[in-house]
């Protein structure tokens, strides 16, 4: 079954320090993984998605990720936090078996950025 | 165009109730789509249509759930006699989906706000 999970709830980080946030997969088939985050009282927003090719993906509000397969991890990185950054945090794998569409999401992290 | 539109966005009911949410995607997004998430959880799939054929249900989607797009823009959850375990955040997306999008996996489903239900 494909899956993602998101081993730590909270991270807690410094404005300006670098964050990570982890996520690992586990599919059958190529991976098509996502990244969403959700402000409160917001809807989820798209950040980022790896498909194929380069590793190292950019997305929005400059934060990237990267792809490892070795390791089955997509972490979520920014070199420089921001207390604006600090939300709830998705990453989510695509499940386009037979007929089916559906994002399948890990259980979120949520991202403390502190001043 | 102003993103997905979910009405109303909280609603409280009693036990026993119907309730209904209605869902407005991007005008020219051919998939909708409907997850629930409760607290301290991930959305979680619940159906999806491409446009009026609704294409999969969960097993999370009881008979006291449906879900109708009927002329393939705007959508309806209804949910009846609504129990305790039923409230969440009901969240509907859509998505411009093509038969290369989903070889590829490429396209992105986009959020409304969601609408809360809490039911007492």
């Known amino acids: 079954a494909q899956s993602v999970a998101q081993p730590e709830d909270q991270v807690n980080v410094a404005e300006g320090n670098p964050l990570t946030v982890k996520c690992t997969y586990s599919?059958?088939?190529?991976?098509?993984l996502f990244w969403y985050v959700q402000y409160p009282n917001r809807g989820l927003q798209f950040l980022l998605k790896?498909?194929?090719?380069?590793?190292l993906v950019k997305g929005s509000y400059g934060f990237e990720a990267e792809f490892n397969k070795s390791q089955t991890s997509f972490h979520l990185k920014k070199p420089s936090a921001l207390v604006s950054d600090s939300a709830l945090y998705f990453c989510?794998?695509?499940?386009?078996?037979?007929?089916?569409?559906?994002?399948?999401f890990g259980t979120g992290t949520r991202l403390q950025v502190f001043p | 165009d102003t993103g997905v539109s979910q009405n109303p966005r909280h609603k409280i009911t009693k036990r026993g109730q119907n309730v209904t949410f209605r869902c407005d995607p991007i005008?020219?997004?051919?998939?909708l789509y409907w997850y629930r998430q409760t607290l301290g959880q991930g959305p979680e799939f619940l159906t999806y249509?491409?446009?009026?054929?609704?294409?999969?249900k969960s097993r999370l989607l009881s008979d006291r759930f449906s879900a109708e797009r009927p002329k393939g823009s705007f959508s309806t959850l209804e949910i009846q006699r609504t129990e305790q375990g039923d409230s969440a955040m009901y969240l509907c997306?859509?998505?411009?989906?093509?038969?290369?999008?989903?070889?590829?996996?490429?396209?992105?489903?986009?959020f409304g706000a969601g609408s809360r239900l809490t039911v007492l």
């Open positions: 997306a859509s998505s411009l989906a093509s038969r290369l999008a989903d070889i590829s996996g490429a396209n992105v489903l986009t």
């Open positions: 599919v059958s088939g190529n991976p098509y």
């Open positions: 790896y498909i194929t090719g380069d590793n």
């Open positions: 989510a794998v695509r499940d386009l078996r037979g007929d089916t569409d559906k994002l399948i």
């Open positions: 005008s020219e997004h051919n998939r």
């Open positions: 249509f491409q446009n009026e054929a609704q294409l999969e």
